[in-house]
């Protein structure tokens, strides 16, 4: 079942590539300032500190229609001492928000994977709000060969 | 909404462990940025969000941006005390929300 709607929705990617890599071109871009704008936003101004996060992406995703994603903070995850909520933005996409992961003490790890879409070749930035209100944050770059350009 | 979500969830597990929870539902994630053969532009149609709840209260939620891929997947974990039930949903652009519940057994 969930390879045949993978399949189908990889398919109806190809199908369109050609239209939608047009309409991107003439389309703004997110830029690194408007990803940062984002982060700003998130933190309220608060500039984060590195570490704590890893993130696992493919170094060189193929297919940009779908990249798996898997993000993990350090955290005792204690309704004391957790990570709440985690923004992740994409530099070079059309748009720089992918998702926000909110957490609470139940989840027991600050830890999720999704798969996302990637325009172009582009650093990925993480950053992770702890209850007590601390930002952490971590970027990967990931080469895309082909763009997520349909789906 | 027509699509049933999958989902894994362990049956049972030891109270105080984190178990890892897999959701999977079917659909299009129309990002908004595509156009038709006319070069008319596809309305953006997306779930935006994803929330978790177990015996009622939040374990984890998601807020999705076209980003994500077509048939979003969400891997997480949740730590379970009790048994008990999860409840998910998925939230759409059009406002409708599909459900669905997992139980466990917590020994």
Known sequence: MRHLSRRAALALGAGSAAIALVGWSKSASATPQAAAADIAKFTGGAKPETGKIS???PEIAENGNTVPLSISVDAPMTSADYVSDVLVVAEGNPNPGVATFHF???SGKAEASTRIRLA???NIVVVAKTSGGKYFTASKLVKVTIGGCGG | MAE??????PKTAKKGDVIEIKTLLPHIMESGQRKDR???VIPRKIINKFAVEFNGKPVFS??????VAANPYLQFFAKVDESGTFKFSWTDDDGSVTTAEEKITVS
């Open chain 2, 62 to 67: 998601t807020t999705i941006e076209p980003a």
């Open chain 2, 38 to 40: 006319e070069g008319k």
């Open chain 1, 104 to 106: 609470t003490p139940l």
């Open chain 2, 4 to 9: 049933t979500p999958k989902i894994r969830v």
């Open chain 1, 55 to 57: 993130i696992e992406l």
């Open chain 1, 120 to 122: 172009t070749t582009q």
